[in-house]
Nanobody, 132 residues
Framework: QIQLRESPGGSVQAGGSLVLSCASS????????MAWFRQDPGKEREGVAS????????YYAHSIKGRFTVSRDNVKNIFYLRMTDVKPEDAGMYYC?????????????????????????WGQGTQVTVFS
């Protein structure tokens, strides 16, 4: 089973940009759907973005659509979340996640309950702070 590790987050000024990355310990190409989640203290983890195995399809939560971009490099086994026009409400703990792709199926939207299943692998989380 793969392990995931997010890059250090950081602080970003509102309106600015930040790129998060998530490195896998094993191959992700053609095998894993990937996603990013955000969590505020005391609240449930919520889906932000997900991407299909080859990267051809991306799915976004409504709140960040048009501002965030998810991508992946299946050669380097890393995937990314590029955050632009960052807003204060984007602050939080960000987690990357991977779920093995099921033959005949498609990678789930980040808000899909499939990401709550026990076969999802999670990173340890990285903090993003937004200041004005």
């Amino acid at each position: 089973q793969i392990q995931l590790r997010e890059s250090p987050g950081g602080s970003v000024q509102a309106g600015g940009s930040l790129v998060l990355s998530c490195a896998s310990s094993g191959r992700i190409s053609a095998y894993y759907c990937m996603a990013w989640f955000r969590q505020d203290p005391g609240k449930e983890r919520e889906g932000v973005a997900s991407i299909s195995t080859a990267g051809a399809r991306q799915y976004y939560a409504h709140s960040i659509k048009g501002r965030f971009t998810v991508s992946r490099d299946n050669v380097k086994n890393i995937f990314y979340l590029r955050m632009t026009d960052v807003k204060p409400e984007d602050a939080g703990m960000y987690y990357c996640a991977a779920q093995e792709w099921r033959p005949g199926g498609s990678c789930p939207h980040p808000l899909d309950d499939n990401w709550k299943m026990s076969d999802v692998t999670w990173g340890q989380g990285t903090q993003v702070t937004v200041f004005s």
